[in-house]
């Protein structure tokens, strides 16, 4: 509501004969601001310099085992001190003109319009902020896009309904040669075996529909495109050996729940052995177990798909009898 000149004037009359009120009100504007900004600065010390693991990632799962998931995780989490800084502010400011300019009578308070460094301010603070996320983003986003022209291992990744084929390759793009190849099974876990301290490059393929390679450590999930499209991204280094579970983070069907995985991330050495013995012609588990790992998946199992005689074909038809 637009206030009248004649209401506006008995406030403003005894504002002017106060001429201390602008001064103590700037002062208490500055003071909460300090206020907010320490109680966050202090947040950060009495939490010491891992304020994301004491705030639970601020909800972004934790644990990356990657250079670049490290980077987006850096990034997720000065992203929230920042929004918690500004917030604090904010929340200060509404409750300070909650308690400051609650309802003393009837007058109404000063109008404050057209008040240009004000609305200078509410200009520029915005786009600030927006422009310093936008800048880390970008550079986040890049650095985490970015891929080399020869990365030390290639694996071409591809889906199909339900699961998963991994091939390690020769080269990089379409025309390089499989050298060797594990292929899930609905009763055995497709274990990618990778090495720690190499770049390695994913190429993503599908057989059929759209599906999505997510490794929850790596940070990312990348979708699996059918055609000709090769999805390809690169991870600078591998940095905790363990066993990871892989999953589709695309609903593609009725399976889509058992496509799983299991990442593997052993040594160098490791590897080149693992490498070598399925160039020999081992299985998947046979190279496994030379190398010393376990030769079936650790972090999850085949699904029980639950389909009998009963629930799938209870009317016993002969397969091929359609009408
Ligand atoms: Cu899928």
Redesign the pocket.
């Known amino acids: 509501m637009v206030a009248r000149s004649s209401e506006v004037r008995p406030s403003a009359v005894r504002h002017s004969a106060s001429p201390g009120a602008g001064g103590r009100r700037r002062r208490g504007a500055g003071r909460l601001a300090g206020l907010g900004l320490g109680g966050v600065a202090l947040l950060v010390l009495l939490t010491g310099c891992d304020v994301g693991r004491t705030f639970d990632g601020f909800g972004w799962p934790q644990g990356g085992i990657s250079a670049e998931s490290r980077r987006m995780y850096d990034l997720w989490i000065a992203s929230c001190i920042a929004a918690l800084a500004v917030g604090v502010f904010v929340w200060g400011l509404i409750f300070w003109c909650i308690v400051r300019y609650r309802k003393r009578g009837n007058d109404l308070p000063v109008q404050t319009r057209y008040n240009m460094p004000m609305e200078f301010l509410y200009t520029i603070a915005p786009i600030l902020v927006v422009s310093v996320l936008f800048y880390y983003t970008a550079i986040v986003q890049t650095d985490v896009n970015k891929v080399t022209r020869n990365p030390d291992v290639t694996v071409e990744v591809v ?1 199909f ?2 699961n998963w084929q991994f091939n390690y390759r020769d080269g990089q793009g379409p025309d390089a040669n499989t050298i060797a190849s594990t292929l899930g099974t609905s009763e055995v876990i497709p274990i990618l075996v990778l090495p720690t301290n190499r770049s390695i490059r994913f190429e993503e393929t599908s057989r059929d ?4 390679f997510w490794v929850p450590e790596l940070l990312f999930k990348r979708d ?1 495109m059918p055609g000709k499209i090769r999805n390809v991204f690169e991870v600078s280094s591998l940095e905790t050996e363990g066993a990871y579970v892989g999953r ?6 009725t399976y ?1 729940a058992f ?1 799983n995985f299991e990442l593997r991330v052993v040594s160098p050495e490791k590897y080149d052995q693992f490498l070598a013995a399925k160039q020999d012609g081992k299985t998947t588990q046979e190279a496994l177990s030379a190398i010393g790992e376990d030769p079936y998946a650790e972090t999850t199992r085949p699904f029980e798909t639950r389909r009998t005689q009963n629930n799938f074909n209870p009317d016993d038809v002969p397969a091929g009898a359609g009408s």
């Open positions: 889906a309904k339900w529909v759209i599906h999505s699996v589709c983070a695309e609903l593609c069907g889509h496509m």
